[in-house]
């Protein structure tokens, strides 16, 4: 069975600082990878997409980058944080690509002062 | 302009009634939508999905209705239960290769014992 590991579980940040989250998958080789953002009561804005290890796609702008430096890893982060980064951050996963059944991890909080 | 809208916004029933969520969208390229549970801190959990080619789909007490010219979709939750108390999201996929999934802004369903 496949298992999408998030980390950290939370974050608080200082406006202007850097920031690191992670994904990692398993029990699935070369899955597609997605990153979310969800603002607090609000829809899921997809932000970066990956078919495979060292290519990544972006859908929105946000001041955001992402990376995939394994098959099974998936990392978004940011030199310079912004008040508008708080969210919920989740990463997703689908079987093939055009596989639109897509399934989610259990999400990182993050709060920026 | 919004591409997938759901209505009501929030929506309480008493247990045992059935909750009915409806979901709409303009783009006809759309054939394939799932629906997301997502609970408090949680990530979304994939529930049940329908594609274009199909105008139900049941699966145990969750069934969807799909009308392609209307361009509309419902979710019926018979039997309501205090624990389906959640966020409920309808999904749409264009089904272009980009693995994009066009979200609603949700559906706060309270089930009332």
């Known amino acids: 069975a496949q298992t999408i590991h998030q980390w950290p579980v939370a974050e608080i940040k200082a406006v202007g600082s850097p920031l690191s989250l992670g994904c990692t998958i398993k029990?699935?080789?070369?899955?597609?990878l997605y990153w979310y953002w969800q603002a607090t009561g609000g829809t899921l804005q997809q932000l970066f997409y990956?078919?495979?290890?060292?290519?990544v796609e972006s859908v929105v702008q946000l001041n955001l980058s992402a990376s995939r430096p394994k098959d099974d890893q998936f990392i978004l982060s940011t030199e310079k944080l912004l008040l508008s980064h708080s969210g919920f951050y989740l990463c997703?996963?689908?079987?093939?690509?055009?596989?639109?059944?897509?399934?989610f991890g259990p999400g990182t909080r993050l709060l920026v002062l | 302009q919004q591409q997938v809208r759901q209505s009501p916004q929030s929506l309480t029933v008493w247990e045992g009634e059935t909750a009915i969520l409806n979901c709409s969208y303009e783009?006809?390229?759309?054939?394939?939508f799932p629906w997301y549970q997502q609970f408090p801190g949680e990530g979304p959990a994939l529930l049940i999905s329908?594609?274009?080619?199909?105008d139900k789909k049941e699966d145990g007490r969750f069934t969807i209705f799909f009308n392609k010219r209307e361009k509309k979709l419902s979710l019926h939750i018979t039997d309501s239960q205090p624990g389906d108390s959640a966020t409920y999201f309808c999904?749409?996929?264009?089904?272009?290769?980009?693995?994009?999934?066009?979200f609603g802004d949700g559906t706060v369903l309270t089930v009332k014992p």
């Open positions: 990956s078919i495979t290890v060292g290519q």
């Open positions: 329908i594609s274009s080619v199909s």
């Open positions: 999904a749409a996929s264009e089904n272009t290769n980009t693995g994009k999934l066009t």
């Open positions: 029990g699935k080789s070369s899955p597609n």
């Open positions: 997703a996963w689908s079987l093939n690509w055009g596989d639109d059944t897509q399934y």
């Open positions: 783009d006809s390229t759309f054939n394939y």
